[in-house]
């Protein structure tokens, strides 16, 4: 029998950091046992014994097979305590039946004896196995089977006698090729409509009557539904929506892995997506879905970039979000002072009083930095010519998402359900996620034209956004602290002790100059990207006096 003990002496080894050592020599001092080691290239190490025992750095490695807490095997009383009444009576009922057969009471212990125990096949005079051979007559079981219990018995106790359940919870003898039938059926629909229940069963029937079962080989309906209930825990197919059943179909079959940015300005996340409000061009007049181009840093959260377009977005826009992190839009003549940044992105905090200066200062809408790697998914405006060129000019680093997983972009598709929850479903013309959320009539309420649209969304996530504290930006040390993207900006710079600004900031205008077969120019792209209209009390003014006279199409 395998023992929990190990000994320790001369020749013992152990983990000590992550490296072998071997005891080559035992102390008693008044302090104390001691003892000490020797590493892999001859340096030695006195340590107490105390301390080799009961700290997390050390691990005794064992010279032979024993228990340890990572082994599948459970004690008896877990193994009892997930068993229903009927069960565990079963189990005790066969434990005392071996015990009766190695011992010859059905305690286990002569002092317990029943009345008339031991009876005369069990006595222990007889050979064990014509005591097996008694014990499978009385039961009706072949002998081999008395056997078996024993020998789980002698290793597991009662606990050895738990009938194994290694596939569904189901008595009948062929639900296990039942089962594999019918998730071969489920897998084949993961890419068509939802089937119902009834036509897996259908065709799991046929697919093993064409292999050889007969019909009163299969499981009844309702056992068949029972297995089902099993297998849609391992490939989801009725509950969900089929979409959701799709991503959950293609996730990885390895390792999770998951960038971990360090410092502002290393990643970079860009998206596109389809915002949940009616647009109203200003030039053309006509009612436009509006497309949302964002440009997030993951370690801050703070958005760098913003561009509303009508569908669809070009490769060019997403370049003008781009060039927004080289070099930010001017913030508002009447934002708060707390959602302003200095042009060159350096924190307040590590900056003179702007009381102190003379002069107006001109402040930034965003911070301003050089990314290191552009995030993105597999989006043609992502993936085109005219964006890898600029990065590669810019010598920044494209990491493209694996597709149909929206998880490697996690913020941003967040930033998106948080801007739709906390802005864009008060505004007037909000559509809804989707066709069944829409409203009887949204483009008939009263609308914003699209630039006015993107300053609204500018303003918020300057005022709003950048100052409110989130729960996924804390720092290790301090768990309990939940700080906003600003802080987590300072934070950061505080951390790494720099960050990395453009050598040459009119570098930023290649991303227009290489807009190649555009339809847009360098010199349109280059007015619209620094001289949009910004977000001013007039056109403040102006929009909330169009949304209260309701001015529709």
Not at 264 to 280: I, K, Q, S
Not at 346 to 359: D, M, N, Q, W
């Amino acid at each position: 029998m395998s023992r929990a003990a190990v000994r320790v002496g001369v020749g013992s080894r152990f983990s000590y950091d992550g490296e072998i050592v071997e005891a080559v020599e035992l102390a008693s001092t008044q302090a104390g046992g001691e003892v000490v080691l020797k590493d892999g290239r001859g340096r030695l190490l006195r340590l107490a014994v105390k301390e080799l025992l009961l700290s997390d750095r050390v691990r005794i490695i064992p010279d032979g097979p024993g228990p340890a807490s990572d082994d599948s095997q459970e004690t008896a009383a877990v193994v009892l305590a997930r068993l229903n009444a009927g069960e565990r009576e079963l189990v005790l009922e066969r434990a005392a039946h071996v015990r009766e057969v190695l011992t010859g009471f059905r305690s286990g212990s002569k002092e317990l004896a029943a009345v008339e125990e031991p009876r005369a096949a069990y006595t222990a005079s007889e050979p064990l196995e014509s005591r097996y051979a008694a014990k499978a007559a009385e039961l009706g079981v072949a002998a081999r089977t008395v056997k078996r219990w024993a020998a789980a018995f002698r290793q597991d106790g009662e606990a050895g006698l738990v009938p194994a359940r290694s596939g569904p919870r189901s008595g009948h003898r062929n639900a296990e090729p039942w089962s594999e039938a019918a998730l071969e059926v489920m897998v084949e629909h993961t890419g068509q409509s939802k089937p119902s229940r009834k036509m897996v069963i259908e065709r799991t029937r046929a697919r093993l009557l064409a292999r050889g079962f007969e019909e009163e080989d299969l499981p009844s309906r309702a056992t068949a539904y029972r297995l089902l209930e099993d297998l849609e825990r391992r490939h989801p197919t009725f509950r969900l929506s089929t979409k959701r059943n799709r991503d959950i179909a293609a996730r990885p079959g390895g390792v999770y892995g998951k960038l971990r940015p360090t410092r502002p300005g290393e990643y970079l996340l860009m998206d596109t997506n389809r915002l949940d409000v009616f647009a109203l061009d200003p030039v053309t007049l006509q009612w436009l879905q509006a497309e949302l181009t964002v440009a997030m840093d993951w370690y801050t959260r703070c958005v760098c970039g913003i561009r509303i377009t009508p569908v669809s977005t070009k490769a060019v826009d997403a370049s003008v979000a781009l060039y927004q992190a080289f070099r930010p839009r001017p913030s508002g003549a009447d934002w708060p002072a707390h959602a302003v940044w200095p042009e060159h992105g350096i924190p307040r905090s590590v900056l003179v009083e702007a009381t102190a200066l003379e002069g107006p200062m001109r402040s930034a809408a965003s911070p301003a930095l050089v990314p290191e790697t552009v995030l993105v998914d597999h989006g043609k405006v992502f993936v085109s010519e005219h964006l890898t060129s600029v990065c590669r000019r810019l010598g920044i680093s494209v990491q493209p998402a694996r597709l149909r997983t929206g998880r490697d972009k996690g913020p941003l598709e967040r930033f998106f359900l948080t801007l739709r929850e906390d802005l864009l479903q008060g505004l007037p013309g909000c559509k809804g996620p989707d066709l069944h959320s829409r409203g009887e009539r949204p483009e008939g309420e009263a609308f914003f034209f699209l630039h006015e649209l993107e300053a609204i969304i500018r303003e918020w996530v300057a005022c709003v956004y950048h100052v409110r504290p989130h729960t996924s930006l804390i720092d290790p040390g301090v768990p309990g602290l939940r700080m906003s993207p600003a802080a987590m900006f300072e934070h950061g710079l505080n951390r790494a002790g720099y960050i990395e600004v453009p050598r040459d900031p009119d570098l930023a205008f290649d991303c227009g100059w290489n807009a190649g077969r555009s339809s847009t120019t360098a010199s349109t792209w280059t007015h619209a990207a620094t001289t949009a209209p910004p977000w001013t009390p007039t056109a403040v003014c102006s929009a909330m006096r169009r949304t209260a006279s309701g001015r529709s199409r």
